[in-house]
């Protein structure tokens, strides 16, 4: 199936240039899956494949560089309040939703590493609004208590020692690195608290997470810990809830991997979203005067 991409830039609430991309079947889509990238990523360019492959099989896909990442304004990989990644998020997804050739749409968030993070907290803002979850070696969980072990450790910033053991496939690993787009430095300080806060406070949570959701994790992940998508799937609430953990894999799972893993992964994703997609179709309306993007 043949897949179109398109890019756009919107200002949002606060007057902050943000890139967005899509990648949509030219037959009308099925459903609709928005894209939360990880920490220090990008969606244009290192989440290429997770659109064009969902595309490919029916599904409108939707992504947005949080501020200060990738190709949106702002300070590089700075978070001042991660509530502003998740509002951003929120409103330009919605504003998606709204448009009447996908009003009815099931829909369905799509989080890799902390991107898993700001799936969460998305669904957390509006509960009722979301049909489910693809969570890929989330980040939302610290199992370290002092701030001052924290920082110099903080394992998802995609330095280029976390890039060597994040992506398995050498060829991948290297074009990785060498995306100019992704953030490879240290943490500022700011962040690195920020991150921590939220991380605290989502595990504090997680008996609050009731949509349904795909959790997939490698057993041998380095990155992210396989026990913190274990404890979602142990406490969360959601009645439908599913857990994958692959042996051998790492934290890469749709972009590190060798080609025939990551075809088991999104195998085991597009299988889990085409049951759900079927189930039915949302029949209210969504007012777009209550979800446009601002600006």
């Known amino acids: 199936m043949d897949v179109e991409y398109c890019e756009e830039y919107r200002m949002n609430s606060r007057g902050v240039r943000l890139f967005t991309c899509r990648w949509l079947p030219f037959s009308c889509p099925k459903a609709l899956v928005f894209l939360c990238h990880g920490y220090g990523m990008e969606c244009g360019n290192f989440m290429r494949g997770v659109g064009i492959k969902l595309a490919s099989h029916g599904y409108g896909v939707f992504g947005i560089d949080y501020e200060g990442h990738g190709r949106s304004s702002g300070a590089r990989c700075y978070i001042k ?6 509002k951003d998020c929120s409103e330009y997804f919605k504003s998606i939703c709204a448009q009447e050739e996908y009003r009815g749409k099931k829909r369905f968030l799509y989080g890799e590493s902390m991107g898993g993070a700001v799936a969460l907290l998305t669904h957390k803002k509006d509960p009722g609004f979301w049909d489910g979850a693809v969570l890929v070696a989330p980040m939302f969980i610290s199992l370290l208590t002092r701030v001052e072990d924290v920082i110099p450790k903080w394992k998802i910033v995609p330095t280029k020692d976390v890039i060597d053991s994040a992506f398995k496939d050498p060829v991948k690993r290297e074009k990785i690195r060498g995306n100019k787009l992704i953030y490879q ?3 500022r300080l700011k962040t690195a608290l920020e991150l921590l ?14 949509l349904p959701f795909f959790v997939l994790h490698g057993e041998a992940d380095t990155v992210t ?4 998508s274990r ?4 406490r969360a ?24 893993n990551i075809e088991i992964v999104f195998s085991d994703i597009l299988s889990w979203l085409d049951k759900r997609s079927r189930r039915w179709h949302r029949q209210y309306q969504i007012d777009p005067a209550v ?3 601002h600006g």
């Open 231 to 234: 404890a979602l799937y142990d």
């Open 237 to 260: 609430s959601s009645k439908d809830k599913t857990i994958k953990l692959y042996p051998g894999m790492w934290h890469g799972l749709t972009s590190g991997e060798p080609d025939d």
């Open 225 to 228: 810990d396989p026990d913190v």
């Open 291 to 293: 979800y446009s993007w």
């Open 185 to 187: 430095e240290k943490p």
């Open 81 to 86: 309040r991660f509530d502003n990644i998740i």
């Open 197 to 210: 806060r939220t991380s605290m406070n989502l595990e504090d949570s997680l008996n609050e997470v009731t």
